[in-house]
C-alpha cells in the first residue's frame, strides 16, 4: 500500500504501527518532527483495542449512496441542500461545497452514508471529551468531506477530499453497533472530520446506538442548520464543539465559515440538554489575541454558563498554515488565566502532554478529581461525578 494511503483506508491499530515506522503522523501524515499529535502530545494508546476494523475490507471509490431527505426541490431538477448554512444549489449531476452530496435526476443524495473512511477505537480523551467516562474507550467513526475548509485542518487529506479519494468501508449502522458492542465501548464518537456531512448515517448509527445502550458523542465545528441541528440533538449524549476563534473576519477567512451563526448553534446545543464541552485552537498571530480571547471567555461563561469545560489546544504548522510556529505554552496559559478570570471553572490545554491544565481540578476544594497525562487517567477522585475530597457535584456524564 502506498505510503500516502495509510492514513485515509482508515487508522486502526496495525496501520498505526506502520504509519509510526515510517516516521509520519497516523493523523495528517506529516513528520513526526512537525506534527500536532506526536510532537510533545506523543503518547501510547493507553489499552490494546478490542477489535481490529483491518478485519473489515476497504475500498477506494464509491461505495453506495442514499436518499436524503435534508434537499428541496427547485426548477429544472436543480436541489437545494437544507443540511447547512451553505445552502448549496445543485443542478443536476453537482455536488456541494462539502464534496460528498450530490443531485442525481433531481433528487438529492448522500454518498458517505454507511461508507466511513475512519473507523478507530481509541481513548474518549482523544475526542477530546473531559467530563465524559473517564478512562473510557469510544470508537470513532468518520467519512470524507467536511462543508468548511480550515486553513489549520488537522485531518485535511480525509476532509477536505471526495469520498472517491479514499478508502472506505461497507459498514452500515448495524456493522458499527456490532464493533461497538464487540469491543465493549461504552460510546461512539463521531469525530476526526466532520460529522455533519455524514448527517444521515451519524442518525441512523446515534438510534440504534442508543437502543444498545450507547452514548452518542459528536465533535464538530457545528456548522448546520437549525432544523437538523435539533433532530439530531436529540440523539446526542454529549458534544465537544470547535469554537475556532471570536473573530467574524478569522471566521470567515480561515474558516470558511460565519462566527455568528457557530456561536448561535453552540446555544442551540445547550438549550438541548447536551453535555458540552468546547474547543478552540489558538493559532500564533492568527487568533491568539488576548483580548478576543477574553471576549470569547466572558461570552461563554455568560450565555452558556461557567461550568461548561474549554480546552485550549495547540496549534502546530500543518495544511496551510505551515509557515507558522506552533504556539507557545506561555500563549495557551496565558489565554487559561484569562479564561479563569472569565469565570469558567473548567479550563484545560490540549496538546500539552504532561501539563498541569491536562488535570481536572474541583472548583470548590480546589483538589484534584481527575489527573490526566495526555489521554491516560492516572488518578479519579470522583465517585459517580461528586468530587471524593469535598462532594461537589461536577457537570459531565460519568456513569
Ligand atoms: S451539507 Fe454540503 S451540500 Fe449541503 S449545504 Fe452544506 S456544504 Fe452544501
Request: net charge negative; proline share 7%; with cysteine.
Amino acid at each position: 500500500m502506498p505510503e500516502k494511503e495509510i492514513f485515509t483506508v482508515g487508522v486502526n491499530r496495525r496501520l498505526i504501527l506502520k504509519a509510526g515506522a515510517y516516521g509520519a503522523c497516523i493523523f495528517c501524515l506529516a513528520p513526526v518532527t512537525g506534527c500536532a499529535f506526536f510532537q510533545e502530545s506523543n503518547q501510547e494508546t493507553p489499552a490494546d483495542p478490542k477489535f481490529d476494523p483491518a478485519s473489515v475490507s476497504t475500498k477506494k471509490g464509491l461505495i453506495k449512496s442514499e436518499l436524503s431527505p435534508w434537499f428541496s426541490s427547485l426548477d429544472d431538477k436543480a436541489v437545494r441542500c437544507e443540511l447547512c448554512p451553505k445552502s448549496c444549489v445543485l443542478p443536476v449531476g453537482e455536488r456541494g461545497h462539502c464534496r460528498v452530496r450530490e443531485n442525481r435526476e433531481g433528487e438529492g443524495y448522500t454518498l458517505v452514508y454507511g461508507n466511513p473512511a475512519l473507523v478507530q477505537e481509541d481513548p474518549v480523551e482523544r475526542k477530546p471529551f473531559f467530563h465524559v467516562l473517564p478512562g473510557s474507550r469510544a470508537l470513532s467513526i468518520s467519512t470524507a468531506g467536511c462543508n468548511l475548509a480550515c486553513k489549520f485542518c488537522e485531518v485535511w487529506d480525509m476532509a477536505l477530499v471526495s469520498p472517491e479519494e479514499v478508502h472506505a468501508y461497507d459498514m452500515p449502522p448495524e456493522k458499527v453497533i456490532a464493533l461497538a458492542l464487540e469491543g465493549n465501548v461504552p460510546s461512539i464518537s463521531y469525530a476526526f472530520g466532520e460529522p455533519v456531512v455524514f448527517y444521515e448515517y451519524m442518525c441512523a448509527i446515534a438510534e440504534k446506538a442508543r437502543e444498545a445502550g450507547l452514548l452518542n458523542l459528536m465533535h464538530t465545528a457545528g456548522y448546520i442548520n437549525p432544523e437538523p441541528l435539533l433532530a439530531l440533538a436529540e440523539k446526542l449524549d454529549a458534544v465537544n464543539f470547535d469554537l475556532k476563534g471570536f473573530n467574524a473576519e478569522f471566521y470567515r477567512e480561515y474558516v470558511g465559515g460565519e462566527l455568528e451563526t457557530a456561536l448561535e448553534n453552540l446555544k442551540s446545543f445547550r438549550d438541548s440538554g447536551v453535555h458540552i464541552e468546547i474547543t478552540s485552537i489558538v493559532i500564533p498571530t492568527v487568533n491568539d489575541d488576548m483580548k478576543i480571547i477574553g471576549e470569547m471567555c466572558r461570552w461563554i461563561a455568560e450565555e452558556l454558563g461557567p461550568e461548561v469545560p474549554l480546552h485550549f489546544a495547540r496549534f502546530y504548522p500543518l495544511y496551510r498554515l505551515s509557515n507558522l510556529p506552533r504556539t507557545p505554552v506561555s500563549t495557551l496559559e496565558k489565554a487559561r488565566e484569562i479564561a479563569l478570570e472569565a469565570g469558567l471553572k473548567y479550563v484545560y490545554l490540549a496538546k500539552v502532554t504532561g501539563h498541569a491544565a491536562e488535570n481536572t481540578f474541583c472548583p470548590n476544594c480546589a483538589e484534584k478529581v481527575v489527573g490526566r497525562v495526555g489521554f491516560v487517567i492516572e488518578e479519579l477522585n470522583l465517585e459517580n461525578g461528586s468530587c471524593n475530597f469535598c462532594g461537589s457535584d461536577l457537570p459531565g456524564l460519568w456513569a
